[in-house]
């Protein structure tokens, strides 16, 4: 793995909301999913790069219970806060635009789903071009196999994946 500067890179927190981090997930559960996020957004901002919060909302006004964000990953001043109405966070929402102005070249993606939101928007950030790590540990599925699907076969062919210590490791 290439060190990786901050300035240049954005790490993408998928859906870190009450009641998606509530579910039954594989391999490992919300709160570490939480945990893991946590360490890298810390760390992310800490090195003066990008931290994106992406919360799901659904078409109609009244929200299910539980859609507001954990309350460990509120986005901080400097952070980015996406919503977003499709599986991925680029669609409709305005990042590609605000990455371009802030002269991101790096994502880094975490989250809930794996092969859900987090899977749609690192398509997205491939189309688009973006250097994309996946931190497998920051990161969690509905099943171990929808997860194991994803690490293994579709995020290779897109990118890097890593764990929360390799991924702080580069950066720089």
Request: hydrophobic share 45%; glycine share 8%.
């Amino acid at each position: 793995m290439a060190d990786l500067i901050a300035q240049e890179t954005a790490l993408v927190l998928i859906d870190l909301q009450v009641r998606i981090v509530g579910m039954q997930t594989e391999p490992r559960n919300g709160a570490d999913v939480v945990r893991a996020c946590m360490r890298l957004a810390d760390a992310v901002r800490h090195h003066g790069g990008l931290v994106v919060i992406v919360q799901a909302q659904r078409p109609q006004p009244e929200q299910p219970p539980g859609s507001e964000l954990v309350g460990e990953l509120l986005p901080q001043e400097g952070d980015l806060l996406i919503t977003k109405r499709t599986w991925g966070a680029f669609a409709a929402t305005g990042l590609h635009e605000r990455f371009q102005e802030r002269g991101i070249t790096t994502v880094a993606v975490g989250g809930i789903a794996t092969n859900m939101g987090v899977e749609s928007t690192a398509r997205a950030a491939a189309d688009l071009g973006y250097r994309i790590f996946f931190v497998e540990d920051a990161m969690a599925s509905l099943s171990a196999e929808m997860h194991a699907f994803a690490i293994e076969k579709i995020f290779p062919l897109l990118g890097t994946v890593c764990s929360t210590d390799e991924f702080l490791a580069q950066l720089i």
